[in-house]
């Protein structure tokens, strides 16, 4: 199992550019999500998927959108980049609940660094 | 608020016990993760507890204590290499998680 992986590892974009992040895992999860991280803010919550076909928002959901059309891939989207889309972007997945309680763990792809002049 | 409190930086020696605590809000508590982030590199997966009481995996335990909102992660025989952050993160009713801002943990020789 290569488990969650990202692509590209590294971009850089100018202001106004537009691009995707895919995010796939082999481990049929059902939950995705996408995470921004930077200096100072830790992990923050952008959009996440609770299967094939649906979508929400998280914490900070302006100027990205995603997709989950198969529930193995997760695309992120920034129409229209800015410089404060700069950062690291990952992406996790967790299974659907087999803990007699509690939640699932969660597991990152590599991510994803990505600069907007 | 839903805020996580940990420390921001930590430094201890190689060979030694350190323990690095986090303070979560208790309401729609739903269990407590550790993860450990190496510079450059995605957060791994270190524990997992959601009732009361101290979770040991080799090196590495966990406590919890629900009533008072605590945990701790206890790394024990420190290496060079357990030099990295840190992150405490909270599940609430729902299959999203808080983060904290992570510990960064250096381990001088």
């Known amino acids: 199992n290569a488990g969650v992986t990202q692509t590209p590892k590294f971009r850089v974009l100018k202001t106004g550019q537009s691009m995707t992040l895919l995010c796939a895992q082999d481990?049929?999860?059902?939950?995705m999500y996408w995470y921004r991280q930077d200096p100072g803010m830790g992990l923050r919550l952008i959009h996440y998927?609770?299967?094939?076909?649906?979508?929400a928002k998280g914490e900070v959901p302006d100027g990205y959108n995603v997709s989950r059309l198969k529930k193995q891939n997760f695309l992120l989207g920034l129409e229209s980049a800015a410089p404060s889309q700069t950062s690291v972007y990952f992406c996790?997945?967790?299974?659907?609940?087999?803990?007699?309680?509690?939640?699932?763990?969660?597991?990152f792809g590599p991510g994803t660094r990505l600069l907007v002049l | 608020g839903q805020n996580i409190d940990q420390p921001t930086e930590m430094t201890a020696t190689e060979g030694a016990i350190v323990q690095i605590n986090c303070t979560y809000q208790?309401?729609?508590?739903?269990?407590l993760f550790w993860y450990q982030q190496h510079a450059g590199e995605a957060p791994t997966f270190l524990s997992y507890?959601?009732l009361d009481g101290l979770e040991e995996k080799g090196r590495f335990s966990s406590f919890l204590s629900r009533s008072k909102g605590y945990s701790y992660l206890l790394l024990k025989e420190l290496q060079m290499k357990d030099s990295a952050s840190y992150l405490c993160?909270?599940?609430?009713?729902?299959?999203?998680?808080?983060w904290g801002l992570g510990t960064s943990l250096a381990v001088n020789p």
């Open positions: 996790a997945s967790s299974p659907r609940k087999v803990r007699l309680s509690g939640q699932e763990t969660q597991y």
């Open positions: 481990m049929n999860h059902e939950y």
């Open positions: 998927s609770v299967g094939e076909g649906t979508t």
């Open positions: 208790t309401s729609g508590f739903n269990g």
């Open positions: 507890n959601v």
């Open positions: 993160a909270r599940a609430g009713n729902n299959r999203k998680l808080i």
